[in-house]
């Protein structure tokens, strides 16, 4: 009988060892949790810091024009001649301050539609990938590295009725 106090401590000792080794791993595993959380939103950050790459030119039919909101491009159009920052231009930005391409009509004329075509290194061209912007804001870009390739953005003016 010596031994039961003994192996009562002792097993309280183990029942009170394993709630303690329990509450430890819920620590470790919250405290993964936090960390994979961080480490993610580490991630999306420096995605968002990198440098972005869209090689663009603007063509325009019709009286208008199209500019992005740092002047980086301003085409305008009196349907006839074609003037100012058209491109072709290499952009570079950041994820989350892409340049949107905005299109204005001239007096009596109003935005329609864009269309878009990328030439590549070897001369071939495709139709821009994905469904078209339907207002007069327009945004693209080739990712984290310059491609090479030329996107040729044109907006399409029509007389207003």
Not at 99 to 118: C, K, M, S, Y
Request: with cysteine; charged share 25%; aromatic share 8%.
């Amino acid at each position: 009988m010596r031994f039961a106090p003994r192996l009562l401590e002792l097993a309280i000792l183990v029942g009170w060892i394993s709630a303690t080794s329990c509450e430890s791993c819920h620590e470790r595993r919250d405290a993964d949790v936090d960390r994979e959380v961080d480490e993610g939103s580490d991630a999306e950050e420096r995605d968002d810091n990198r440098d972005n790459f869209w090689r663009v030119r603007i063509a325009i039919v019709g009286h208008g024009s199209v500019a992005t909101q740092a002047t980086l491009l301003a085409c305008s159009s009196d349907g006839v001649h074609t003037w100012g920052e058209c491109g072709p231009r290499l952009v570079k930005f950041k994820e989350r301050t892409p340049p949107l391409l905005r299109a204005t009509g001239a007096p009596g004329w109003h935005f329609d539609h864009w269309e878009a075509v990328i030439s590549t290194r070897t001369g071939s061209q495709r139709p821009r990938a994905g469904p078209m912007p339907d207002g007069d804001v327009y945004l693209d870009g080739f990712g984290y590295a310059d491609t090479g390739e030329l996107e040729t953005v044109t907006a399409v003016f029509t007389p207003a009725r």
